[in-house]
T-cell receptor, first 110, second 112 residues
């Protein structure tokens, strides 16, 4: 399974877009990109996932580069409640093994 | 739907004791897994199951056993607790391999 690289921390002003990058240069053709977040010490919460096309849902947008070696999670209008650790994970379609890294700690500032 | 329910929420064990962490889901999900999270770190996969009667090891399986006799339940057994197993344990389930996973609220275990 491919591994991911994320910046350890980021700040974002409330109301602005938060753009969280993820590098997954060793991703293989059948691996999806997933994003989860963990608020305080709660259980992680699913945000979005995609294979190669850009995806959008009510929480966020996921932009995957054409070569699929990196992606960006976009929270269009960050609020204080979006302060959390965000995990980018690459999951194989052939197995059920998600490798969590240390994620990006996003702090939304008032 | 209750989602994924973990019990207990908190537990203190003495070194050498055994215990079972319970995980139940009411969403009829095939896939279930156990993770541990140590302070300041991401989640690490302990064991997972792709259906009743089928389990497999994750990254850090040593010291833990699992079984899956029903679709709903996936208990995690600590055979002989050690201080290194002090951690927060999360259970997760999902409908398919490629679908969103639902996590429980965690069990905070301290081994003294």
């Amino acid at each position: 399974d491919a591994k991911t690289t994320q910046p350890p921390s980021m700040d974002c002003a409330e109301g602005r877009a938060a753009n969280l990058p993820c590098n997954h240069s060793t991703i293989s053709g059948n691996e999806y990109v997933y994003w989860y977040r963990q608020i305080h010490s709660q259980g992680p919460q699913y945000i979005i996932h995609g294979l190669k096309n850009n995806e959008t849902n009510e929480m966020a947008s996921l932009i995957i580069t054409e070569d699929r070696k990196s992606s960006t999670l976009i929270l269009p209008h960050a609020t204080l409640r979006d302060t959390a650790v965000y995990y980018c994970i690459v999951g194989s379609s052939g197995t059920y093994k998600y490798i969590f890294g240390t994620g990006t700690r996003l702090k939304v500032l008032a | 739907n209750a989602g994924v329910t973990q019990t207990p929420k908190f537990q203190v064990l003495k070194t050498g004791q055994s215990m079972t962490l319970q995980c139940a889901q009411d969403m009829n999900h095939e896939y279930m897994s156990w993770y541990r999270q140590d302070p300041g770190m991401g989640l690490r996969l302990i064991h997972y199951s792709v259906g009743a009667g089928i389990t497999d090891q994750g990254e850090v399986p040593n010291g833990y056993n699992v079984s899956r006799s029903t679709t709903e339940d996936f208990p995690l057994r600590l055979l002989s607790a050690a201080p290194s197993q002090t951690s927060v344990y999360f259970c997760a389930s999902s409908y398919r391999r490629i679908s969103e996973a639902f996590f429980g609220q965690g069990t905070r275990l301290t081994v003294v």
